[in-house]
């Protein structure tokens, strides 16, 4: 049999994992298609100036909290490097992260073998951010 399919719709924020302010979009879109427990959700966010949070970032609107299976050694469930990302004080690769049952996206940078996540002050005005990621529910 073929597995259920949904479509729908959401709006992914950008915010600091220790505050939840809000700040002002020129664009803030997402959707995604779940298939059985496999989600895929795209997401673009681009800020109209300068990020009021501070911290590290991460993107809430997840339809879905990840499964509770672990992908590897570590507590991730997926893990993508971000398509498209501008407006950002950081030369390294930028990754979309989800952790075990986790409904919230860590937005961090690969240094190296090593992850920190990435900052508030990392971003400039007008940045923009866009990601496709599959994870399992």
């Known amino acids: 049999t073929i597995p259920k399919q ?3 719709f ?3 924020t950008l915010t600091g994992i220790s505050d939840d302010v ?3 979009y020129k664009v803030q879109f997402g959707d995604y298609i779940k298939i059985g427990n496999i ?3 795209r997401a673009r966010i681009d800020l109209i100036d300068s990020i009021n949070s501070t911290g590290n970032l991460i993107i809430k609107g997840l339809p879905y909290a990840a499964s509770k299976k672990k992908l590897d050694k570590t507590s991730l469930v997926a893990s993508t490097v971000v398509s498209q990302i501008s407006k950002i004080n950081v030369n390294e690769l930028v990754l979309a992260e989800i952790d075990t049952g ?3 996206i860590m937005l961090r940078k690969l240094i190296g073998s090593n992850k920190t996540y990435l900052q508030a002050n990392d971003i400039n005005n007008d940045a923009s951010i866009a990601f496709t990621l599959t994870y399992q529910i």
């Open 10 to 12: 959401g709006t992914p």
């Open 6 to 8: 949904q479509v729908g």
């Open 22 to 24: 809000n700040n002002t």
């Open 102 to 104: 986790s409904d919230v």
């Open 39 to 41: 989600i895929t959700v």
